[in-house]
């Protein structure tokens, strides 16, 4: 089991393999579809983005809503491939880590190995459980997207799987 | 309880606690698993679930699409407009006190604009011998949804046909549709109709006939595996129905639901209606 502390450094995240389990801690920003079509828009017409790229990973999820004692409600990961198109463009300006399930598109590996990133799994459907690794929350763009909007989630012991690691590894069971 | 309380209460355990035939088979699953990856992930499942009975939170944040099968007795006095109140009211109350993701957008090209209720529900009406109604529900989650499909088959593909064309679709959806699925088939009918099928054979199959072991083997031997993360587990099982279709065609529907296999069912008396 590696541990990987969020933000990351170079180091940390270039030593995990593809195959490793990975615990994820610190902290992690939300994003999904919506969010990838606004940031890669915001890049295209280069305008700031609304959060620093560098050091920091992307969860590809939206929440159910927090019943009353919850920082959030149900709260795993959402299909990555939907990323895909996005994805390359996001990388390359520095966005390397990747949390979400299921498989990736060729350009998108690519993009890993040129840039050195990672993309890790959260396990499908294990809302409930994941739920319970996020310590708190803060909305930090795109309110109006309701559970598609741009989160900050500080994470403990958040678990994870390695699927494409830095040199372009993909593991296949 | 009044009918709709009833159905208020199903939908709000729905998305909590699977029906107890699932989670015994993703433990069966859990138990014979020997792929490192895929047994981390049954094994995250596992405590998923426990997580979820413990919090009451649910199970996935995709708590689905309302689908409902509403099968009207033919000799029910029921108003169906009445009905359809009842169903889009509990819908409603359920999504909101059960701590739903709104997931539903009422224009779904171009505003994509959240309707904030998870309504409207997709539901079909049909008749069946006696009286009374049953009410039958899905809660569709779209990671698994968006790797359903129907082909329709040259009349002459028979069973071998049946078979590849439902792996087929399973390869294609990889591990994006959160295996260990639970796999509805649909065949004959119309392409609408197959695909109707495909979602009613959830509840009106128990798995059994040769033909839905046969496909389970083969979905199982594309080694996709829990959490795609390789194995023999890919599906847990196949509810396959049939109906008569035309000389020329035989069309194959695939539904596919992730191991959060999330569905109840509610009978309202004739005395209720």
């Known amino acids: 089991m590696i541990e990987l502390k969020l933000p990351y450094d170079e180091e940390s995240l270039e030593s995990v393999r593809a195959g490793d389990a990975v615990v994820l801690s610190g902290v992690l920003y939300v994003g999904r579809d919506q969010v990838h079509k606004r940031l890669y828009e915001l890049i295209s017409e280069r305008k700031p983005l609304p959060f620093e790229f560098t050091g920091n990973g992307i969860y590809y999820m939206g929440p159910s809503p927090a019943p009353p004692g919850f920082p959030l409600g149900a709260a795993g990961p959402t299909t990555s491939m939907r990323m895909d198109p996005f994805s390359p463009l996001l990388i390359e300006k520095g966005l390397r880590l990747m949390v979400g399930k299921g498989p990736r598109s060729e350009s998108v590996r690519n993009a890993i190995r040129e840039y050195k990133g990672l993309y890790l799994q959260a396990y499908g459907g294990c809302g409930a459980l994941y739920s319970s690794c996020i310590k708190s929350v803060e909305t930090v763009a795109y309110p109006d997207l309701g559970p598609e909007a741009l989160l900050r989630i500080r994470i403990e012991d958040f678990p994870a799987f390695a699927m494409i690691d830095s040199m372009g590894n993909l593991y296949n069971g | ?273």
Not at chain 2, 115 to 126: A, C, D, K, W
């Open chain 2, 1 to 273: 309880m009044d009918a709709e309380e009833r159905i208020v209460e199903s939908l709000v355990k729905a998305i909590r606690k699977l029906p107890a035939s699932s989670e015994a088979l993703i433990a069966k699953a859990a138990e014979r698993e020997e792929c490192k990856g895929a047994s981390l992930a049954l094994d995250a499942i596992a405590r998923n679930i426990e997580c979820a009975e413990k919090t009451g939170l649910p199970l996935c944040q995709d708590t689905g699409m309302f689908w409902c099968l509403a099968s009207i007795g033919r000799e029910s006095r029921c108003r169906i407009g009445k009905l359809e109140r009842l169903i889009l009211s509990a819908a409603a109350e359920a999504s909101a006190i059960g701590y739903y993701r709104k997931s539903v957008v009422s224009d779904p090209i171009y505003s994509r604009r959240n309707t904030g209720t998870n309504l409207p529900p997709v539901i079909n009406y049909e008749t069946v011998d006696g009286d009374g109604v049953v009410l039958r529900f899905l809660l569709k989650g779209f990671g698994s949804e968006n790797c359903s499909s129907v082909r329709m088959l040259n009349p002459t593909s028979g069973e071998r046909g049946v078979i590849n064309a439902v792996a087929d679709m399973m390869r294609a959806a990889g591990g994006k549709p959160c295996p260990p699925v639970f796999l509805g088939v649909g065949v004959g009918g119309t392409m609408d109709r197959a695909a109707f099928l495909s979602k009613k054979a959830f509840f009106f199959s128990d798995g059994n006939s040769e033909l839905e072991k046969r496909i389970l083997d083969s979905v199982n031997a594309l080694g996709i595996g829990a959490g795609g993360l390789g194995g023999d587990n890919t599906a847990l099982s196949v509810s396959l129905l049939s109906e008569p279709t035309h000389i020329a065609g035989l069309p194959v529907a695939l539904t596919v639901n992730c191991w959060a296999e999330r569905k109840c069912e509610i009978r309202i008396s004739e005395e209720e209606l």
